[in-house]
């Protein structure tokens, strides 16, 4: 009975796809992001050859072995290190409409003007 819930649980989690960023948790702590730039089959039926470009400085492309359940978030280890996947989801934003408290808020009063900062020395004005 526990089999078939793991189970049943395991299918329902969503399959990473390209272009979704995900966060790769080491030793169940956060460490990296990376964009998934392609899946394609493995020679192996049912592992899947995922190409990741780790989203640090300098940028990294790699090419990751992952089983079915491991490209849907399980976790698996690397040289004995436990590694998992999780896509990441961007927070949803608020929106205001025109004519709320929000957008008709304007700190300046109306006869001031922004003033404008200028990074090349060049372009100032005596």
Do not use: C
């Not at 329902?12 to 790769?24: A, C, F, H, V, Y």
């Amino acid at each position: 009975m526990l089999n078939k819930l793991l189970m049943a649980m395991k299918q329902k989690r969503k399959s990473i796809i390209e272009n979704d960023i995900i966060l790769i948790y080491i030793e169940d702590r956060p460490a990296i992001f990376a964009r998934v730039e392609k899946i394609y089959p493995d020679v192996k039926p049912g592992w899947w050859r995922v190409k990741l470009l780790i989203l640090q400085v300098p940028v990294v492309t790699t090419i990751w072995i992952l089983d079915n359940d491991q490209i849907r978030g399980a976790e698996f280890t690397m040289n004995g290190t436990p590694i998992r996947i999780e896509v990441v989801k961007a927070p949803e934003t608020k929106t205001q409409q025109p004519g709320t408290e929000a957008a008709n808020h304007n700190p300046r009063t109306n006869n001031q003007q922004a003033r404008i900062l200028t990074l090349n020395p060049n372009n100032q004005k005596k």
